[in-house]
């Protein structure tokens, strides 16, 4: 499974940093090719020269040292590994990934790679439970970052508790988990809408919605983490970019129809999540509008359907619509799914806690024109993006049958 894949380890002080030499050792004996790059504080725990004997190649400390090969290092370095492992992954890594600090050589290849990054934590357990600590995680974990451990048990401190590097083998277990996993869309190409579309009113003001991009961003997520080349058309939200996905910013309706349709005749799969405006100001102000104390019209035109435009189009894709209702959800989403030509659709009520605008986690049913739906419950966003992606692969097998 790992034969010949390129495999960085970050090691960084801890007292577990010993224990990377055995991670490193047994990659090498699985095939892999493997970089190591250690922090300051790593190297007073074990010495360079023995990862380098081990791993067969140099090692990378320091950030403006004489280069090994004549390159951008840690540039080159970020784009040529399949993977990146911290082990031991210390408090102070975490929190310079989560907050983008690139201050050594280390971090900075971490911030600058695309591959999957794993991180084995390790630390005294007060430090690990600390909330600092623990956002620190979750925000790497929002990140797509895999978290592997840590275990429980004696610590070098002389006190029990979690915070333990997992075990090199565990480490290569889940390494090799995520070379084995399936990627059933591999070869596939989807797009996916995201987003609250925004309709300029003057150049202060704007008619807008409650979509975060939360959902569609965690369809993209899914979508890649099955194989699929995905782009990601997204109106605008804060969020970062999940790993691997193209972006392309629109704000309004309009923008995001051109973008939609430039792509759609290469996709083989597209998901519109955005909450689209179906009208904007027929007239932009060029100027910000003053109030008289009067009363105020605006005046609106449709904006295209982009979701309906494509399901009159359609040939082979699949199409998957979302439809965010207040009452009457099925009803209303049935009616959708038949008039956007959809090949499925995910509806949602926005009205419930934990689904909809915003929220982390939602509620949805998936119908289909066969008739058939599934309810599912609550979950986190990308989860249901995953449940998504499952019933997509479903509809291709069928398709080729
Ligand atoms: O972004 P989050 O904060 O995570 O919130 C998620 C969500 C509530 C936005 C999402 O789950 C959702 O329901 N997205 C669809 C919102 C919506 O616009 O629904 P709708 O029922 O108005 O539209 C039905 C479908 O037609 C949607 O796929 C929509 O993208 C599409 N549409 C609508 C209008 C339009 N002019 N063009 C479209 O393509």
């Not at 499974?1 to 224990?19: E, F, H, P, R, S």
């Not at 519109?272 to 605006?298: N, T």
């Amino acid at each position: 499974m790992l034969k010949d894949k390129k495999i960085l380890v970050g090691i960084t002080g801890g007292i577990a940093a010993y224990k990377a030499a055995d991670l490193v050792s047994r990659l090498c004996k699985q095939g892999a090719i493997v970089y190591v790059a250690m922090t300051k504080g790593a190297t007073e725990f074990i010495a360079p020269l023995t990862l380098r004997t081990l791993s067969g190649n140099p090692v990378y400390i320091e950030m403006f040292e004489e280069p090994k090969v004549w390159n951008v290092e840690h540039i080159s370095l970020a784009e040529n590994v399949d993977l990146a492992v911290v082990a031991p992954a210390t408090a102070n890594i975490l929190a310079k990934m989560a907050a983008g600090i690139a201050d050594d050589f280390l971090s900075t290849v971490l911030l600058a790679t695309k591959a999957p990054i794993f991180v084995a934590p390790a630390m005294n357990h007060n430090m690990y439970h600390n909330p600092a600590t623990q956002e620190n995680l979750q925000v790497l974990k929002e990140r797509s970052v895999e978290i592997i451990g840590p275990g429980t048990g004696f610590q070098a401190c002389g006190t029990p508790g979690d915070g333990r590097m997992s075990e090199p083998q565990e480490i290569i277990e889940a390494l090799e988990r995520y070379f084995a996993q399936e990627k059933p869309l591999q070869g596939k190409r989807a797009l996916v809408t995201a987003g609250g579309t925004q309709e300029p009113l003057d150049p202060v003001r704007y008619l807008g919605n409650r979509s975060s991009g939360k959902m569609g961003f965690a369809v993209a997520q899914a979508l890649v983490e099955a194989g699929a080349e995905t782009i990601l058309v997204t109106a605008p939200t804060t969020l970062p970019t999940p790993k691997g996905v193209k972006r392309i910013d629109v704000t309004t309706a309009m923008e995001m129809y051109e973008e939609v349709m430039a792509h759609q005749s290469n996709m083989d799969v597209i998901v519109k999540a955005a909450a689209v405006a179906d009208y904007r100001p027929k007239v932009f102000a060029e100027q910000k509008m003053k109030k008289d104390g009067s009363e105020l019209q605006i005046q609106l035109v449709p904006n295209p359907d982009i979701l309906a435009e494509l399901g009159k189009i359609k040939k082979k894709q699949i199409l998957v619509g979302f439809a965010a209702e207040t009452e009457n959800l099925i009803k209303h989403a049935e009616g959708k799914m038949q008039r956007k030509n959809v090949d499925m659709l995910v509806a949602n009520d926005v009205t419930k806690p934990g689904a909809g605008f915003g929220s982390p986690t939602n509620i949805v049913t998936f119908l289909f024109p066969d008739g058939h739906k599934i309810d599912l419950p609550q979950m986190s966003k990308l989860d249901v993006g995953r449940k998504l992606v499952e019933k997509i692969v479903e509809i291709l097998e069928k398709r080729s049958e």
